[in-house]
């Protein structure tokens, strides 16, 4: 018995197959359309099976827009701190309990969530200064600013560790009043 051999290019049929070259090409003319025909149609279900919120992001959680420069003038006041403040967004499908979840800045600065529950495709607003926290917005509780004018970065972290997502910035301008859009 001899053995195997691929496709020989130098006959006219195959040692492997016993198909003459015109044949072999015209197998793989018919074969590549409908190949191509049903990628396609695999591709264009599996687009169309993804959800809309996972074009824009990767997870369910997420840093959204960030006022580390609040208007007016920076005096420590009440009014003053809150005004500086970071959007975290649920734009998931589920609730989720934000327990141990952390949002830090470069300097290391942490907020360290205690127990809230995150409604799906809602917003959470950590604001620097004093107050009561209710639905909706929590507060640092901080005497002093967090975010830097000048440039910085904020990062929520899992309890876990592990870096969920993150948002820099430069300094403060005109033009972008201290406010950063992270998504």
Same mark, same amino acid.
């Given at each position: 018995?001899?053995?195997? %051999?691929?496709?020989?290019?130098?006959? =006219?049929?195959?040692?492997?197959?016993?198909?003459?070259?015109?044949?072999? %090409?015209?197998?793989?003319?018919?074969?590549?359309?409908?190949?191509?025909?049903?990628?396609?149609?695999?591709?264009?279900?599996?687009?169309?099976?993804?959800?809309?919120?996972?074009? +824009?992001?990767?997870?369910?959680?997420?840093?959204?827009?960030?006022?580390? @420069?609040?208007?007016?003038?920076?005096?420590?006041?009440? %009014?003053?701190?809150?005004?500086?403040?970071? @959007?975290?967004?649920?734009?998931? %499908?589920?609730?989720?309990?934000?327990?141990?979840?952390?949002?830090?800045?470069?300097?290391?600065?942490?907020?360290?969530?205690? =127990?809230?529950?995150? +409604?799906?495709?809602?917003?959470?607003?950590?604001?620097?200064?004093?107050?009561?926290?209710?639905?909706?917005?929590?507060?640092?509780?901080?005497?002093?600013?967090?975010?830097?004018?000048?440039? @910085?970065?904020?990062?929520?972290?899992?309890?876990?560790?592990?870096?969920?997502? =993150?948002? =820099?910035?430069?300094?403060?301008?005109?033009?972008?009043?201290?406010?950063?859009?992270?998504?």
């Amino acid at each position: 018995m001899s053995p195997l %051999r691929p496709y020989d290019h130098t006959r =006219s049929t195959s040692t492997f197959t016993g198909t003459t070259r015109k044949e072999h %090409r015209m197998r793989i003319r018919t074969a590549v359309p409908i190949a191509l025909t049903a990628a396609t149609a695999l591709a264009g279900s599996l687009l169309a099976a993804a959800p809309v919120s996972a074009a +824009g992001h990767q997870g369910g959680l997420h840093l959204g827009t960030v006022q580390y @420069d609040g208007p007016g003038k920076d005096d420590r006041s009440k %009014r003053s701190l809150n005004a500086e403040w970071v @959007d975290i967004h649920n734009n998931g %499908r589920k609730k989720l309990q934000l327990k141990g979840l952390k949002l830090k800045d470069d300097t290391g600065y942490t907020y360290t969530f205690g =127990s809230y529950t995150i +409604g799906a495709g809602k917003t959470v607003r950590v604001r620097t200064g004093k107050g009561g926290n209710g639905s909706g917005t929590v507060y640092w509780n901080r005497g002093s600013y967090v975010w830097n004018n000048t440039g @910085d970065k904020a990062r929520l972290i899992k309890p876990g560790g592990k870096l969920l997502d =993150s948002c =820099s910035w430069k300094r403060s301008t005109s033009a972008n009043k201290g406010v950063k859009s992270c998504h």
